[in-house]
């Protein structure tokens, strides 16, 4: 870049005068953008003359040349609003030339869109020169790229491990994704992980790889199914959670096959246990596949060295930018104390407030919290898509129900099925399916993937209005929105503070690259918080949860060895500790049994004495000698309580000594097999999770346990979603008084549906999955020990079962094909063999007759074309709830 115009654009800022022409713009750009709200008040503000914009548009061809992003910010800034400000010809030309120099071409096109630009000859042969420069191949046509993209689509054809960190809004995972297909395409056999922490995260992106490479689906396998191919296709690409990765990497050998691995959202090595798993199966994969690609995307971090330290990945290059090509405004909303129907809009910057101007509506917001988020949202919200922060699963349900109350009904066609499906497969009287039909929705992770997906949907094409949604879609999830609303930095009922980089990461859902060029995103009451996260960007530093672990807490990491040492034989006795804690001290006693806790403890990144590791080295040997723990039952249960997993052991052996196959060994679910769960999960509380369940003080434990019990085994037989959701609801409208029911009904139902989300989700789809793995593993163990190798055959891995939510192998076939858990139940009680393989479930599908599948919810049959088991002439029409 200049150096002569980096030395110009510092000299330019320095100037106050500048300062205030661009104050002056800013407030005339934002106000434009919300001209929706401008109808229905009275608006004063800052005033704009054209000798400022002329001026400001001559600093930004400055800017535009300078090496610094502050400058190319500015110089962005400037350009977006001009072009929102100012119909004159003269300004829009100035700003092709500043977007151009930019190498914002993505902007550009959504600027152009907007305006019809006439241009010079020589005007338009550079603004096209420069977007060819900027401009490659893929997916068979010409993309013009921002300057960061390119960087980063050049770089990819190295072979070192690569960390990309950018703002959410940069565009940085469409072109790693781009990568990724172009390898599949053209390599003969293919590999590739791909390492995301949500299962939301997960189906989308198995969403946009199936759509990119249909053209090779015959010889291609795309799965979020930890499990070896049926088909042996050459090329294979597994979406994992890192948790799913583990289970894969515990059944099947990948050793020496795999061609790149991709960690979506990789901050999320500093999270705890989750953390440790992550850089547990990333070890693996590098010691396992030495030729294997690593890549590493996050939004606007730093230290990504310390990852690659971690992995045994010392070579890395990265590629960072913090400059977001969509312009984001951080607007604070101030009330009135004198006037409650005015609202004040200030811009947040790094130096200070900047008046935006004054709105005064009819309605008052003299209200209550949730009441006045909701009524902010409703007024600025007019003018596009909009993204409503809640604290909670019962918080998003609320502000959507004050929002959805307080509109007119708007009924599109994929409103009206929307509705439709939420009646038919989650509950009649849910109030989503009212919500709906307003514009309005709710969202959080525990909610079923199609529903959820059904939502994002409708939201992407602009049917809903509103979206209220939880931490969930701060990761990954590509939602674009206009606006985004949020009254609070904290999350959950007791106000827990939320990361500064997950709420900058929800914030850059406001304009997405290629959607829009600039996204609001309004801070209620900013200036009364208990902290303002969002005044200045700051690049967070990544976290190794391993290392902050036995570093910060070296003495609790060896008192939990110890304690595994000296009462791993005292039955239930356990040490009660922090669940990262545990998790560390198990990474190294797993280590340790696996031999290689030496290159563990001697990362270069970690800081502990020599005397510190041997320490770790005494204490990890003299547990393992105590425990008796095989190898392969750490290999994937190494984040269990050691002390828990002993006491388990024993407790099994106990068993298999007295000859109780039939109580201890786990089977087909779709069997008679209440009794069979029912004393297997009572084991998993009583010695994996701690619970009393004896005697009177165990009558209300035993009592959850069976309720557990009976959804879990509902849920892996793949009994509909709603045939549980209904009981959940009838229980609980039972248990209310009624005076309660009279006044809470609505509230109580929602209640219940959220409670049955969060039972399959939390517990049975990720707790009992844990526990269901270790036991597994310990019962096959003590039959094999026992000289009961017959019986192993016979031990059914119900791990599996509980994460799909089905158990057949026409289910699992179904969810191998890449469908929701609600669609492959539906189609798995229409077919009367159990045993089909994924291409026999794509034969029976495509051989049904239209009338067959008139029956079905239009979510669950658009499901089925997405995933390209109607043929594509079929074209049926949609069933009712009839």
Known sequence: MNTFATEVARDIRREEAFWTDLAELRAVGIRSTLSAAAKVAEVKGPELEGATVARLLSSASIFAQASDEQSRDLAQQIAVFS??????????????????????????????QANAI????????????????????????????????????????????????????AGKSYVVLEHLCERAIAEASFTALYIAPTRALLTEIQVKLEKRLSPISSELRITTIPVLDPSRRPKQIYVLTQERVQLLLSVVDLSGIINLVVVDEAQAMGDDSRGMILQDVLEKIKISNHNARFLFLAPGASGFQLIGDSVGLPEMEIKETSLSPVVQNRINVRFSMQNENLVELELVTPKKLEAIGSYVFKRGFALKEDAKLAAVAQEFGVSGRSL?????????????????????????????ELSKFIKQHIHKDYSLADYVLKGVAFHYGSMPSLLREGIEDTFRKEDLDYLCCTTTLFQGVNLPARNVFIDTPTRGNKGESLDEAALWNFAGRAGRLGEEVVGNVFLVNYENWESQPLTERKPFAVKVAFKQAIEDDFESVVKVLEFAATKAQDGLNRLSTDERITAAAGLVLFRSAQGSLGTLLGRPNLQLTDAQKITLKNSAERALSELGLPEQVLASSWMIDPTALTSLLQRLRQGVKKGEFEKLIPVNPSSDSYKVYNGIIRR??????????????????????NHVTVTALSWMRGEPLTQLVRESVKYHLKKASDASKRNRKQAIIDAAIRNMFSLVEQTIRFKLVQWAKAYVDLLRFVLLESGRSDLIGQVYDFSLALELGISTETGRSLVELGLSRI?????????????????????WVRNQPNVQLLQLSSLVVAELRAKQLLAPEAELEVGTDD
């Open 388 to 416: 409503v922060y809640a604290t909670g699963a019962a918080n998003a349900e609320a502000v959507a129900g004050l929002i959805a109350f307080n509109r007119e009904s708007k009924t599109t066609e994929a409103l009206r």
């Open 823 to 843: 669609t492959a139940s539906v189609i798995a009680s229409l077919i009367t063999d159990s045993s089909l393989t994924p291409e026999q479930v794509k034969e």
């Open 83 to 112: 072009s929102l400000a100012s119909d004159d010809e003269a300004v829009h030309q100035a700003v092709v030339h500043v977007m151009s120099d930019l190498g914002n071409f993505p902007g550009l096109n959504k600027l152009e």
């Open 118 to 169: 006439a241009q010079s000859f020589q005007a338009y042969v550079r603004r096209h020169l420069l977007e060819e420069i900027n401009t490659v191949e893929m997916a068979g046509k010409r993309v013009s790229l921002t300057e960061f993209q390119l960087d980063v689509w050049d770089s990819l054809k190295s072979s070192i491990a690569a960390a990309i960190s950018a703002p959410t809004s």
């Open 684 to 705: 998993l509380y009583k010695h994996l999770g701690g619970v009393t369940l004896s005697g009177d003080e165990g009558q209300r434990a035993r009592g959850f346990v």
